[in-house]
Structure formats: structure tokens, C-alpha cells
């Protein structure tokens, strides 16, 4: 990949992972990769504005690109870090055994991260105070501390002139950008889809946790005048950055609840008669017209299915008794769900059970400080009848109603 232009001497220098094995972050899977952003303002004094992970050969790959600039990486007179994960700051140890005289500007919090995860001193680093300006020749920086978007000492960086906000992981997607297309006004209908949909997969999976901090940083931002937003994953927004921004906030909304009139539904079944209710299930939720998402546990990867949990204003779990409890994989999709903090959602349960069940009491206890609101269950004996049939179809045309009121 070449650097790319963004606007005067502000340049994108960037890296696609797209091994189709990768887990970002150990967890998630990016079968459509994900770009990693570094930006470059070359002027008076160079600044780099966060830097790249130190795998795959991507240092080697931004270096390339920074001499298509004529710039080697001692040319660097400040070096921005937004943000100390290791995507985006873990070039940093070897960055600085190379450039000896760069500044670091980032945040309180994250001067002793630099030296815990890149051995850089302390005295190499400027802790920047909240709103705080820096004239660089041409351009004027100014940072804001946002701390929990997505860590404690994240910061973005303003560029005051041309209204530019290097957001780091806020804004951020999946899916790998292509050079003919990093802007958002380069991409198809088609693509942008895509991106929206890689967008709420990166809130769901990276962001979610940190709703509240979300949306104090999207008040306290709000009042500048944003022309493009640079993120650290994903495309430039510079036609319509107020789209991203609204995702976002609508996003981080979700949170406090109702999400959208959608319904994820996550089963499992050992021996097929949970499994045998299911398409009832569907057909009964799409009588009401509402959208349905369903992902099998196991088998569908949580990091979708916390996707269409997060975006879903309800959600219904089928899944057998196991051991006088919640059937293992669906335990781990519960317990994933409240790690991310899915929270104010109309819920449904149902299932089969042998003997004398024991999932349902699991359920109930599992979910306790959820922030969920069961609205009911329903449970039979071995293989479903005909008159299970038509009870579970009056519970769920039951719960659609209600999820009806609650979206309304
Ligand atoms: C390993 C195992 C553990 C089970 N534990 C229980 C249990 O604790 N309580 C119960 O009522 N049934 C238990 N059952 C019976 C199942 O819940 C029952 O077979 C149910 O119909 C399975 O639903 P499925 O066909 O959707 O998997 C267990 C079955 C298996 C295979």
C-alpha cells in the first residue's frame, strides 16, 4: 500500500491485517480483515499521529510508505499516541530505540503505559492537560482526553485549521480499506453497507463496555466543527462525517435501551427438540413483522452475535436443560453478553428439558443483574406436542406485542 493524501501535507499511512485466521484482540474474528490508520503531517517538524502494530512486517510496510514521503522514521519530531494498545502503539520500543529525539504527547494516564509496554522513558513523553494546543508550522493540534474510548488514557487529537479529528479507535470498523477507496464518498452503496455493518460488529465487540464514556465524549466533542474524522480502523469520513457520528451515538444509545425493534434469538439443542421449535419461533416473530437474527450456540462466533444483541431491543434463547443447568455454550454466550454490558432488553426463554429441568432456575439466576426484563418462558418434556406447539406460539405472539410497546 502507498501513503495516501488526505488534505495539504496530512497524509494516511496504513496496513490491512487479512489473515482470514486472525482473531483481533485474541477473540474476535475479521474474516474481512481491518485496516490499521496511522496519520502523517510533514511540515517544520513531522508528526506521526499513532503508530501501527508490530506484527506482519507493518512497521516495515509504514516505514515504506513514510520514504514515498522522503521521511525515515528519525525524521519524526513528535510522535502522538492517542492510545497505547498494542494495534496501534506496539511499534512504539523499536520506533524509539530509532528516533532518539521525537516528543510523545499523550495523555497522563498513559506515560507510565509507555514505558510498561514499550520501554520508552518517561521524559520522553509530554502530558498533554485536556484542550490543550500545539502550534506545529501550518497546523495546529489540540487533544482532548476521552478516556475509556476505548482505554483509560485514550485521547483523540483535533487538527484546529482544517477541522480535522483523529479519533482514534472511536468511528472505527472492520474490514479491510483498499487504496482506491478510503474515503467515504469513494465507496459504493454496497460498500458503505458493508462498512455500517463492520461498524456495529467493532462497537459491539471493542466499544460497547464503555457506552456511558461513549456518549460523555460525544457531548463533550460536540461542540467542534468537524469536517473529516480520521479513525484508526476503517474509512476517512470527510462527504458526511455526521453519518459515523450517528451510529455512533445511536449505538452507544442502545445501551440505555430499546435498541431496535429487531429480536436476536441464540439456540442450541442436543438432540433436536429444542431445535425442532425453532422455525415456529421464526415464523411466529416474523408474523409481527419484526426482524429476526438467529445464531446457533455453538457454532455462530459471539462476536457476531453480541452484534445483533447489541442492535436488538430483544432477544430469546432456546436452549435444553444440561446438568440441572443452562446448556454450556449458551452459558458462555450469556456470560459474553453481560461482559459487554447488553443491557435493557425484553427477553424470552424456551427449551426442552428430560427429567425434572433445571435450566430455566439457572437462567433466571444468570441474568439477575442483567437489566433484563424476562417476559416469560416456556418448557416441555422430551419431544414437543402439538399442544406444546401452540402454547409456545401464544407466548411468543405474547412477547412480540410487548417488544412492539417497547420500541414504539
Ligand atoms: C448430558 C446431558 C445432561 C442432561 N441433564 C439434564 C438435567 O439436568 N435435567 C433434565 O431435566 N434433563 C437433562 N437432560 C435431558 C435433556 O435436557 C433432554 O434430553 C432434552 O430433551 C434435550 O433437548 P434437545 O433435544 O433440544 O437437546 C440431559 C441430557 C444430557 C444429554
Not at 496504513?14 to 475479521?30: K, M, Q, S, T
Not at 502494530?53 to 502522538?80: H, N, R, Y
Not at 502503539?89 to 506515560?111: M, Q, S
Request: aromatic content about 12%; charged content about 25%; proline content about 4%.
Amino acid at each position: 500500500m502507498k501513503f495516501q493524501k488526505i488534505v495539504d501535507d496530512i497524509y494516511r499511512l496504513a496496513v490491512n491485517i487479512e489473515d482470514e485466521n486472525y482473531l483481533f484482540e485474541g477473540i474476535w474474528p475479521i474474516p474481512h480483515g481491518i485496516s490499521i490508520n496511522a496519520y502523517l503531517i510533514k511540515g517544520e517538524k513531522n508528526v506521526l499521529i499513532d503508530l501501527t502494530q508490530d506484527i506482519m512486517g507493518f512497521p516495515k510496510a509504514i516505514t515504506g510508505q513514510m520514504e514515498g514521503l522522503s521521511l525515515a522514521v528519525e525524521d519524526i519530531d513528535i510522535i502522538v499516541v492517542n492510545h497505547m494498545e498494542p494495534d496501534h502503539a506496539g511499534w512504539l520500543r523499536e520506533f524509539c530505540k530509532k528516533n532518539t529525539k521525537g516528543l510523545i504527547y499523550c495523555t497522563k494516564k498513559a506515560v507510565p503505559l509507555l514505558e510498561a509496554f514499550g520501554r520508552v522513558p518517561a521524559d520522553r513523553a509530554v502530558a498533554i492537560t485536556d484542550g490543550m494546543t500545539l502550534e506545529v508550522g501550518e497546523y495546529e493540534l489540540q487533544f482532548f482526553e476521552t478516556p475509556n474510548i476505548h482505554w483509560p488514557e485514550t485521547m483523540m487529537t483535533y487538527e484546529t485549521k482544517r477541522k480535522i479529528l483523529f479519533a482514534c479507535d472511536a468511528f472505527g470498523s472492520y474490514g479491510k480499506v483498499t487504496e482506491d477507496a478510503i474515503f467515504d464518498d469513494q465507496l459504493s452503496e454496497e460498500k458503505h453497507a458493508f462498512f455500517e455493518n463492520e461498524a456495529l460488529r467493532y462497537y459491539a465487540n471493542i466499544v460497547a463496555a464503555f457506552s456511558g464514556a461513549v456518549l460523555k465524549g460525544l457531548t463533550k466533542l460536540s461542540g467542534l466543527d468537524v469536517k473529516i474524522i480520521c479513525p484508526s480502523h476503517g474509512i476517512i469520513w470527510r462527504e458526511n462525517p455526521g453519518v459515523i457520528i450517528d451510529h455512533y451515538k445511536r449505538y452507544a444509545e442502545y445501551s440505555k435501551g430499546p435498541a431496535e425493534r429487531e429480536i436476536t434469538l441464540v439456540w442450541s439443542s442436543m438432540y433436536g427438540s429444542t431445535k425442532s421449535m425453532l422455525n415456529l419461533v421464526v415464523e411466529t416473530i416474523r408474523k409481527h413483522k419484526i426482524p429476526v437474527h438467529v445464531y446457533q450456540a455453538p457454532g455462530d462466533d459471539i462476536g457476531y452475535i453480541l452484534a445483533g444483541a447489541w442492535k436488538s431491543a430483544g432477544l430469546i434463547f432456546g436452549m435444553p436443560t444440561y446438568e440441572y443447568k443452562v446448556f454450556p455454550p449458551m452459558s458462555h454466550v450469556i456470560d459474553e453478553l453481560l461482559v459487554k454490558k447488553v443491557t435493557n432488553k425484553k427477553v424470552f426463554r424456551f427449551g426442552s428439558y428430560g427429567w425434572v429441568g433445571g435450566a430455566q432456575r439457572d437462567f433466571e439466576s444468570k441474568i439477575e443483574k442483567s437489566g433484563w426484563d424476562l417476559l416469560g418462558f416456556y418448557e416441555w418434556q422430551g419431544a414437543p406436542t402439538r399442544e406444546d406447539e401452540q402454547a409456545l406460539v401464544q407466548k411468543i405472539d405474547a412477547f412480540c406485542e410487548e417488544l412492539i410497546k417497547f420500541t414504539e
